[in-house]
């Protein structure tokens, strides 16, 4: 398993730089070799991406999302992609502090690992993600809901189980009209 530790200082404020984190299906526009993510719901998140000339998939639960501080998943299936991103005031603007634990599958990853390959491609997806949001000046979008293990709280919402239904008019979570 590798461990991936990257830093970075985006010059926006911690509100929109969290705000933008939380829209996952604009991933694949900052970071290489992700081809989608699909939010399944306010937790679920399926992702595809092409390592090595492989394409490659799995589901990622969110399992813990405090706004403006932290966003930390595990892989459900598919390959192992663990982690957490974290927010704070940094200098002119928001620090992130990203960590990725992934588990090279074949030898061609496990190959490229140890050339530094992933951890690389971390680094540069913070820079083009640092690009992003600073060029556009605002997010695309925002999610301020909870996650706390099988806990979601959706802005302006009662605490939602995992799992128990939410009719349409409470859909205040990323992707929602």
Not at 6 to 21: G, M, N, S, T
Not at 46 to 66: F, H, L, M, N, P
Not at 73 to 97: C, H, K, L
Not at 113 to 126: A, H, I, M, S, Y
Request: aromatic share 8%; hydrophobic share 35%.
């Amino acid at each position: 398993m590798s461990r991936i530790e990257k830093k970075i200082v985006v010059e926006a404020p911690l509100d929109d730089v969290y705000a933008q984190w939380t829209q996952f299906e604009t991933f694949p526009e900052f970071m290489e070799g992700v081809d989608r993510v699909v939010q399944i719901d306010d937790r679920t998140l399926e992702w595809t991406a092409t390592v090595a000339g492989r394409e490659k998939s799995w589901t990622a639960r969110i399992v813990d999302q405090t706004p403006g501080v932290r966003i930390a998943w595990r892989s459900t299936s598919g390959t192992q992609n663990d982690g957490a991103v974290m927010f704070s005031p940094g200098g002119a603007g928001t620090e992130i502090r990203l960590v990725v634990d992934a588990e090279p599958d074949g030898i061609v990853e496990q190959v490229g690992d140890r050339l530094g390959f992933l951890d690389r491609q971390v680094g540069g997806d913070l820079e083009r993600f640092k690009a992003f949001i600073e060029s556009r000046g605002r997010p695309t979008g925002e999610w301020d809901g909870e996650i706390h293990g099988d806990e979601v709280v959706s802005a302006n919402v009662s605490p939602t189980p995992a799992g128990a239904s939410v009719s349409s008019s409470d859909a205040t979570g990323p992707g929602a009209p």
